[in-house]
């Protein structure tokens, strides 16, 4: 909110440059939040893909958190009036490749109840297999 008071003083004052230099800034920032709302959706996707893929099953709850993931990720990665999507397809790539170690750490306290560590659960899931099937999720 600081910034729109900064922004309305450098347009009321006719220092242009530095508006415009906020509103890109500002921009930079409302893209940070989208990139980690949708690296959060991201981790959530793929706790439950490693978690249906080590213990070769799968709940009426893994399967409606994954849907809300893709739901969430889908709608948040849209850029409404613009057009387009925040991330691209390479992006949503490398953003899958960040959130895996932080959903194999959550997965490893919720894979069969928790017995399994992170060093384990790691050996156990075929991690490129994962990643390609959270890719196949988000692009239907």
């Keep these: 909110m600081e910034e729109l008071f900064e922004l309305r003083e450098y347009i009321e004052k ?3 440059h530095n508006a415009l230099t906020l509103l890109g800034e500002m921009e930079e920032m409302s893209k940070d939040d989208k990139i980690n ?5 991201l981790e959530i996707l ?3 893909l490693i978690k249906q893929h080590v ?3 799968t709940t009426k ?3 409606a958190s994954i849907r809300n993931s893709l739901i969430h990720i889908g709608r948040t990665n849209k850029r409404r009036k613009a057009g387009g999507c925040y991330l691209s397809h390479n ?4 953003a899958i490749e960040e959130a895996y170690e932080p959903a194999l750490i959550g997965a490893s306290m919720e894979a069969f109840e928790g ?3 992170y060093d384990e659960l790691g050996r156990l899931s075929d991690e490129k297999r994962i990643k390609m099937k959270a890719v ?3 692009e239907k």
């Design 14 to 16: 006719g220092r242009y």
């Design 37 to 41: 709302k949708i690296t959060s959706y």
């Design 46 to 48: 793929l706790l439950h």
């Design 55 to 57: 213990e070769k099953r």
């Design 61 to 63: 709850s893994w399967d």
């Design 91 to 94: 992006e949503i790539r490398e």
């Design 115 to 117: 017995r399994c560590d």
């Design 136 to 138: 196949e999720l988000i």
